[in-house]
T-cell receptor
């Protein structure tokens, strides 16, 4: 596609339910990031995928959060047993990284607004 | 470790007057620095980036930023604010090339 696509754009769920958020990066982009943006806060790094390397999961806030990237393309962020503090906008970004590249531009999706009631 | 501090959470300017959004960074290595803008209900968009070339970086929409190593700063400026500049601005640092650290953002209001 022309840009990074995220779905759903809005998700309302009940506390304790599991949710899946999807990100479809720009075709050919090898790097994919998930961030969380809470009201009045900056972007909080969650997880980073680069090619076939093991993902950098250092930003995941708890073991209720997990993510996978299938076939080096689409990624799914799963939050199990959602809590009210999980309410936020979840942003996905992708970039093209190659040998010798450094600090490449991130292309962001429009995000998924998650509301946990 | 890397981090950025955006010194103002809110900035308000009159249309046609200069804009200054302040950012200080901390990095153990020579960093790349970025400014991103987020308009209401839109995705984040890159304004400009610094990656160890010229210290004065020009971006889109008339914005520019100057990298000052001695002051560990990367302030964003624009000579004349336009109504369409009203948005949230994020300063970002990366020292490893694959890990980006975002500031908490500065909300810019432009008064007609």
């Amino acid at each position: 596609g022309a840009g990074v696509s995220q779905s759903p754009s809005n998700k309302v769920t009940e506390k304790g339910k599991d949710v899946e958020l999807r990100c479809d990066p720009i075709s050919g982009h090898t790097a994919l990031y998930w961030y969380r943006q809470s009201l009045g806060q900056g972007l909080e790094f969650l997880i980073y995928f680069q090619g076939n390397s093991a993902p950098d999961k250092s930003g995941l806030p708890s073991d209720r959060f997990s993510a996978e990237r299938t076939g080096g393309s689409v990624s799914t962020l799963t939050i199990q047993r959602t809590q009210q503090e999980d309410s936020a906008v979840y942003l996905c970004a992708s970039s093209l990284v190659w040998r010798g590249s450094f600090g490449e531009k991130l292309f962001f999706g429009s995000g998924t607004q998650l509301s946990v009631l | 470790a890397q981090s950025v501090t955006q010194l103002d959470s809110h900035v308000s300017v009159s249309e046609g007057t200069p804009v200054l959004l302040r950012c200080n960074y901390s990095s153990s290595y020579s960093p790349s620095l970025f400014w991103y803008v987020q308009h209401p209900n839109k995705g984040l968009q890159l304004l400009l980036k610094y990656t160890s070339a010229a210290t004065l970086v020009k971006g889109i929409n008339g914005f520019e930023a100057e990298f000052k190593k001695s002051e560990t700063s990367f302030h964003l400026t624009k000579p004349s604010a336009h109504m369409s500049d009203a948005a949230e601005y994020f300063c970002v640092v990366s020292a490893t090339g694959n890990q980006f650290y975002f500031g908490t953002g500065t909300s810019l209001t432009v008064i007609p």
